[in-house]
């Protein structure tokens, strides 16, 4: 019951995206059609739930004081977690263009933007300082992640049905966006009280 509650909570009550503002570049970027967005959603899972792993190892083995080296060198967590990421997303970058071209063209310059996704470093800070357990933390990467997908979907197919809608010249393009992303925040908001567990 304690991972379910990790995972709702990561997922909805404290959204990356609409509560913590992690992630917006690509959430306003890529949420132009579902696919896409469904496809930017995946890729950020795979990229934090792998990266989150890996720096979880990195932080315990080599940065923390009770690591290998028996030094406190937890100060060089968010350049070496910088560095994880990068790798992550040029690997996934490399699968992406060649074994799913399509995804690929239409991801276009936002792949390569999962690697300064402040979401991706975000949640390998937080467990990194968080969770001792790994277990315990990346079954929050996995709600956070998780999280990200459900809003950017959403918001990708609230955007499709305004396509076919008035809006005023003045609200076209990205002001209509943030509006929509900041009622979906509001509506959000209404999981704060959800009682689980």
Do not use: H
């Amino acid at each position: 019951m304690e991972y379910i509650v990790i995972i709702v909570s990561a997922a909805l009550i404290s959204n990356v995206v609409l509560s913590r503002f992690l992630g917006i570049c690509a959430f306003v970027g890529v949420s132009n059609k579902v696919e896409t967005a469904k496809g930017m959603g995946l890729a950020v899972i795979f990229v934090i739930l792998i990266a989150t792993a890996v720096t979880f190892g990195i932080n315990t083995l080599f940065l923390e004081k009770t690591g290998i080296f028996n030094i406190d060198l937890t100060y060089l967590q968010t350049i070496a977690f910088i560095l994880v990421i990068a790798c992550l997303v040029q690997f996934l970058e490399m699968f992406l263009k060649r074994f799913i071209p399509s995804l690929y063209k239409a991801l276009g310059i936002y792949l390569p933007l999962i690697t300064t996704n402040c979401a991706v470093l975000g949640v390998a800070l937080t467990v990194a300082q968080d969770y001792s357990d790994f277990a315990k933390g990346m079954t929050y990467a996995f709600g956070t992640s998780l999280g990200f997908c459900i809003s950017i979907v959403l918001l990708a197919s609230i955007r499709e049905k305004l396509e076919d809608n008035d809006i005023p010249e003045s609200f076209k393009g990205k002001p209509i966006v943030l509006i929509m992303a900041c009622l979906m925040a509001i509506a959000f908001t209404g999981f704060s009280n959800l009682n689980i567990g």
